[in-house]
């Protein structure tokens, strides 16, 4: 009889810990007309972020994020209307389980900002019950989630991950 197979947990700082709702859900927070909505509990279970980060924080937090992924989108959005997409699940995408290829790198983008966002300002949600990770070892994971914002902004834009410039 052979040894049960033990899988390692990939997740092991506090962000990870199961998320439990503490509030009734609050409001999406609207980004414009164009761009979807953002469910904040989605987004908390999505990012695993602790209910520790209080709604407010979390909606500051998300407002920055949308900001920031606008002023990504902003010519591109100008195209896009100037296209007749009234929306941005308008623009033609492929469909992964019935969603737009579009909103689910939106989504991404927003949520990967989102959290580093969190993660930064409030670096006590990213250590360990024991506080026995220090905030300097959380700057890769501040710097993964930008880059993973910023690939899923240039994916949706249509773009490569990399820009190459002469010197």
Not at 31 to 53: E, K, N
Request: proline share 7%.
């Amino acid at each position: 009889m052979s040894a049960p197979l033990i899988i390692p947990a990939f997740a092991t700082n506090a962000c990870d810990a199961p998320v439990t709702p503490a509030q009734p859900a609050p409001e999406p927070v609207a980004h414009d007309s164009w761009f979807p909505g953002v469910d904040l509990t989605a987004l908390r279970a999505q990012a695993r972020l602790r209910d520790s980060v209080t709604p407010d924080r979390l909606r500051e937090a998300v407002l920055s994020a949308l900001i920031w992924v606008g002023d990504q989108l902003v010519d591109w959005q100008a195209a896009q209307i100037a296209a007749g997409h009234a929306t941005l699940a308008d623009v033609p995408a492929t469909t992964i389980m019935g969603e737009s290829r579009k909103l689910i790198l939106y989504r991404q983008a927003v949520t990967s900002w989102t959290k580093a966002l969190v993660v930064e300002r409030y670096r006590d949600t990213d250590l360990t019950g024991a506080g026995d990770r220090r905030a300097v070892d959380l700057d890769p994971s501040v710097g993964e989630l930008r880059r993973d914002a910023i690939h899923a902004i240039r994916a949706l834009l249509g773009r490569t991950r990399t820009d190459v410039e002469l010197i």
